[in-house]
C-alpha cells in the first residue's frame, strides 16, 4: 500500500526556519518524481517544489532562494527546509508523487500545517 | 507560476450534472482534475484531459478543447460536494512549471 506521512509542520515566527518530512512506503522516492505542493487557508493549491528521479530540482519563483528541496534515499523520506519565513508561507504542506514532467500527482500525503505569525 | 481560471462555485441538483470549466492553460497542454472534500488531500480523478484513474466512478469525466478544459460530474450525489481543482503543466518556459486552477466548489442542493 502506497502511503506519504507528512511531519514536521507548526508554529514559527517570522524570519524562521522549518524543516517538513515526507515519509514514503510502497514506493522507492529515489526511483520517482516527488513534488511540494500548498494551500493557503481558503485558498488554492500552489505547486511549490520538484525532485525529479535524476536529482534535479526545481522551485516556484515565490520560493527560490529560500526553500530546498532534498531526499533522503535510505530513509525512503522527501524534505522541504524552509528558511525565512513569512506570513505569506502560512499554508498546509503536501508532499505528492508524479512519473514524470506533465504528469499528474498521483498519490498525495495528508499535509501538514504551517502556521507563520508572532 | 501562473493560475488557471475557475469560477469559484457550481451548484447543481441531486440526479443532474454538473461542469467546471478551466481556462488559461497553454493550447495543446493536458489537464488534471482533482477533487478535494474538507480536511483531506487532494484525490485525482481526471488526468490527461479525459482519463480516469481506477476506482474513479464513470460519472467523472473530462474533455479538452483549444483552452478550455471541463470535468463533468453525471448523475451527482450528495458525495460529490468538494473542491475540485484543475491543473496543467506550462511548456513556455525552459523549465518545468506547474500551475493550478483557484478551485470550484461543488455544491449538492
Known amino acids: 500500500e502506497v502511503q506519504l506521512v507528512e511531519s514536521g509542520g507548526g508554529l514559527v515566527q517570522p524570519g524562521g526556519s522549518l524543516r517538513l518530512s515526507c515519509e514514503v512506503s510502497?514506493?522507492?522516492?529515489?526511483?520517482?518524481?516527488m513534488t511540494w505542493v500548498r494551500q493557503a487557508p481558503g485558498k488554492g493549491l500552489e505547486w511549490v517544489s520538484f525532485?525529479?528521479?535524476?536529482?534535479?530540482?526545481y522551485y516556484a519563483g515565490s520560493v527560490k532562494g529560500r526553500f530546498t528541496i532534498s531526499r533522503d534515499n535510505s530513509k525512503n523520506t522527501l524534505y522541504l527546509q524552509m528558511n525565512n519565513l513569512s506570513a505569506e508561507d502560512t499554508a498546509v504542506y503536501y508532499c505528492?508523487?508524479?512519473?514524470?514532467?506533465?504528469?499528474?500527482?498521483?498519490?498525495w500525503g495528508q499535509g501538514t500545517p504551517v502556521t507563520v505569525s508572532s | 507560476s501562473y493560475v488557471l481560471s475557475q469560477p469559484p462555485s457550481v451548484s447543481v441538483a441531486p440526479g443532474q450534472t454538473a461542469r467546471i470549466t478551466c481556462g488559461g492553460h497553454?493550447?495543446?497542454?493536458?489537464v488534471h482534475w482533482y477533487q478535494q472534500k474538507p480536511g483531506q488531500a487532494p484525490v485525482l480523478v481526471v488526468y490527461d484531459d479525459s482519463e480516469r484513474p481506477s476506482g474513479i466512478p464513470e460519472r467523472f469525466s473530462g474533455s479538452n478543447s483549444g483552452s478550455t478544459a471541463t470535468l463533468t460530474i453525471s448523475r451527482v450525489e450528495a458525495g460529490d460536494e468538494a473542491d475540485y481543482h484543475c491543473q496543467a503543466w506550462d511548456s513556455t518556459n525552459d523549465r518545468p512549471d506547474v500551475a493550478f486552477g483557484g478551485g470550484t466548489k461543488l455544491t449538492v442542493l
Open positions: 497553454t493550447v495543446g497542454s493536458n
Open positions: 505528492a508523487r508524479f512519473w514524470g514532467s506533465y504528469r499528474p500527482f498521483d498519490y
Open positions: 525532485i525529479f528521479s535524476r536529482g534535479s530540482t
Open positions: 510502497g514506493f522507492t522516492v529515489s526511483d520517482n518524481y
